[in-house]
């Protein structure tokens, strides 16, 4: 009987400790939106915000630091979803927030940027993930009233330039998802 | 097969004492700091940045850039053996929002396990304390450490790999390293362990 219960007690504590994937396919983008839907009590607007934009975004230039106008991502790779005019408010646990975000990604993304201002409810998260040859980057931007998550393909070479300035690349590839053909 | 279940009872203790204790070790020798008990003073900063390039995309990073730009073939020899570059950074609106000790997390591991402080490293910014250090192993630098502090802000930059500080300045501004404005040592090295 002791050998039993000793048994059953090692075979739960080996179950618990085995690592099974919260989500068995990991989309990213989605996992992120669905984050933080339930994070700040919003609801996204995808489609109002690109006929806004006359769903021009994935032709839209952005300034490369170092001055010429370049096009980073691939013509069509952008999915981009909006929060538009709600309340993000992190109630003083900003820090929670980029925990669920990091926890819907799982591992297949790595971080590489976070900016977190509380005071503002300001922030900025990057994410990367290879996609074949290329890349996968994958930006949230929130402020008090709005919020845009992109996610962009891009080639190496033009992951390699925006790299050697990480902090300004959310804000790049925000620009050249959201921003309407000049 | 009960008298193997007991026997397995009383190693595993062992076994995972060996087991943790070698990831700790390995952990230590890599030149790679846990930062991740610094995330507590996030909600109180007014301004939090976090940059990290691990393992994987360093090895990636470095082959994106071109061999024919002589810029990049220096960026490119620079990351080549770097393993990791990990950023933070806390702004507080007042002086004093955080405790020596909310750091203590980080210069306990700076203290001890093979990190060497390089004296005579200060800045040239007012009110800045900033410390360096150098991970040896085997006569190899496998990891650098900068520690920035003053009233309103922390500052912590850990990578991974041969680095020096010369190579250090190099890098300064880019890839989420931000501009340290080291002064120059006076001496070169001496172990504070």
């Not at chain 2, 003053?150 to 880019?174: A, H, M, R, Y």
Request: with cysteine; glycine share 6%.
């Amino acid at each position: 009987m002791k050998t039993k219960l000793t048994l059953t007690g090692l075979l739960l504590a080996l179950a618990c400790s085995l690592p099974f994937p919260a989500h068995a396919d990991h989309d990213g983008f989605n996992d992120v939106v669905k984050a933080i839907e339930q994070f700040y009590h919003v609801k996204h607007q995808s489609i109002p915000f690109l006929a806004r934009t006359g769903m021009k975004a994935a032709r839209t230039a952005a300034k490369i630091k170092g001055g010429e106008w370049k096009q980073l991502a691939e013509a069509g790779s952008f999915r981009v979803v909006f929060f538009e005019d709600q309340r993000f408010d992190s109630r003083g646990q900003i820090a929670n927030f980029k925990t669920s975000v990091q926890k819907a990604l799982g591992t297949e993304w790595s971080t590489l940027v976070q900016t977190l201002s509380p005071k503002d409810e300001q922030q900025t998260h990057v994410f990367l993930r290879q996609a074949g040859p290329k890349f996968h980057v994958l930006v949230i931007e929130i402020d008090r009233r709005d919020a845009t998550v992109v996610q962009a393909t891009l080639k190496p070479e033009v992951l390699a330039e925006l790299l050697k300035d990480p902090a300004d690349m959310g804000k790049s590839i925000t620009d050249e998802a959201t921003t309407a053909d000049p | 097969m009960r008298e193997t279940l007991r026997t397995s009872l009383k190693i595993a203790p062992i076994m995972l004492l060996l087991l943790f204790g070698g990831a700790m070790t390995s952990r230590a020798q890599s030149g790679k700091l846990q930062l991740d008990q610094l995330d507590a003073l996030t909600n109180r900063a007014s301004n939090t940045v976090e940059v990290k390039l691990d393992e994987n995309l360093m090895q990636t990073t470095w082959k994106l850039f071109s061999g024919k730009d002589p810029d990049e073939i220096a960026i490119k020899d620079l990351l080549k053996n770097i393993k990791g570059i990990y950023v933070k950074s806390f702004s507080f609106e007042k002086e004093n929002e955080y405790a020596p000790a909310e750091i203590d997390s980080v210069m306990s591991q700076l203290r001890g396990g093979g990190w060497s402080k390089i004296v005579g490293i200060t800045s040239k910014k007012e009110n800045e304390n900033v410390e360096v250090y150098l991970m040896m192993v085997a006569d190899q630098i496998s990891g650098l450490a900068v520690v920035s502090l003053n009233p309103k802000e922390v500052t912590v930059v850990n990578i991974v790999g041969p680095i020096n500080l010369e190579k250090l300045s190099q890098l300064e501004g880019s890839f989420g390293i931000p501009d340290l404005d080291l002064a120059k040592p006076k001496a070169k090295k001496d172990n504070e362990n």
